[in-house]
């Protein structure tokens, strides 16, 4: 049976990129060291009457803007990039936490807020990709913003809480999760658990996850489908993906 009308009515449809765009001067997690990133540097340039060729070689570390995290991230001896090669095709929910932020800019969501989007949305259902939406994407590529490093280095970030990740994954049975900042863990929860605690559980129990995630808000909260792609390569604690959202 061909899928070709099929086709027709995605192009249709609005899609809406979750990526943000990369070059030599984007962000990325300061415990790294300098000189991790250098893209589009030049190994060959050809200009012949015949022939014109350039080809280019790119240095990232693979936690660089939006990106995938496998399990082998924080897990020795557990899944890397290779174990996920499914098509990554899946029912998107959206999470607006923006409310509770304008109290407190480290909001950690919690099950009740998770009830409360239930409650107007309808059950979130398993097998589904739920993205938290902090409009954090905003600060992009400010690096100082995207941290909000106070005035002793400190970070505030909204985020996940452990809960809320455990209600999600344990008792909804989603498939994966995502979120604008550059860590999983709000950073009060982060600070409470003097532990990434939030990352470690979703990376621990086999799942995936997105980080930096960008126009999140320009979605609905239910109804659409996330595409995400990722290079194939082997042995990968994380790799820089393209990710879409389609909705009608």
């Keep these: 049976m061909s899928l070709w009308g099929d086709l027709e009515k995605l192009k249709s449809c609005t899609w809406v990129d979750l990526t943000h765009p990369l070059n030599n001067e984007s962000?990325?997690?300061?415990?790294?060291?300098?000189?991790?990133?250098?893209?589009c540097h030049t190994v060959f340039d050809y200009d012949s009457p015949?022939?014109?060729?350039?080809?280019?070689?790119?240095?990232?570390?693979?936690?660089?803007?939006?990106?995938v995290d496998f399990p082998l991230h924080f897990e020795p001896g557990l899944a890397a990039s290779e174990a996920y090669d499914d098509p990554c095709v899946l029912p998107l929910v959206v999470i607006d936490i923006t409310p509770q932020m304008k109290a407190n800019i480290e909001h950690a969501i919690t099950v009740d807020d998770i009830l409360a989007f239930e409650a107007a949305n309808g059950k979130i259902p398993a097998g589904s990709f739920v993205a938290l939406?902090?409009?954090?994407?905003?600060?992009?590529?400010?690096?100082?913003a995207l941290n909000n490093f106070d005035a002793d280095g400190g970070e505030?970030?909204?985020?996940?809480?452990?809960?809320?990740?455990?209600?999600?994954?344990?008792?909804?049975?989603?498939?994966?999760?995502?979120?604008?900042t550059f860590d999983t863990?709000?950073?009060?929860?982060?600070?409470?658990?003097?532990?990434?605690?939030?990352?470690?559980?979703?990376?621990?129990?086999?799942?995936l996850q997105l980080e930096a995630m960008a126009n999140l808000d320009k979605l609905p909260a239910t109804g659409a489908i996330i595409f995400v792609a990722w290079p194939?390569?082997?042995g990968a604690t994380g790799l820089p993906v393209r990710a879409w959202a389609v909705f009608d």
Excluded at 27 to 39: A, C, K, Q, R, S
């Design 133 to 144: 939406r902090t409009d954090w994407h905003k600060r992009w590529p400010d690096n100082n």
């Design 232 to 234: 194939h390569i082997e």
């Design 156 to 180: 505030h970030c909204p985020g996940w809480s452990l809960e809320a990740l455990k209600f999600l994954y344990e008792e909804r049975g989603i498939a994966m999760n995502g979120h604008e």
């Design 27 to 39: 962000p990325y997690w300061g415990g790294m060291p300098e000189g991790v990133v250098d893209l």
């Design 50 to 67: 015949i022939l014109k060729c350039r080809i280019h070689t790119y240095k990232f570390p693979g936690q660089f803007g939006t990106h």
């Design 185 to 207: 863990d709000a950073s009060s929860v982060a600070a409470a658990l003097e532990d990434l605690g939030c990352e470690r559980y979703v990376l621990a129990n086999g799942h």
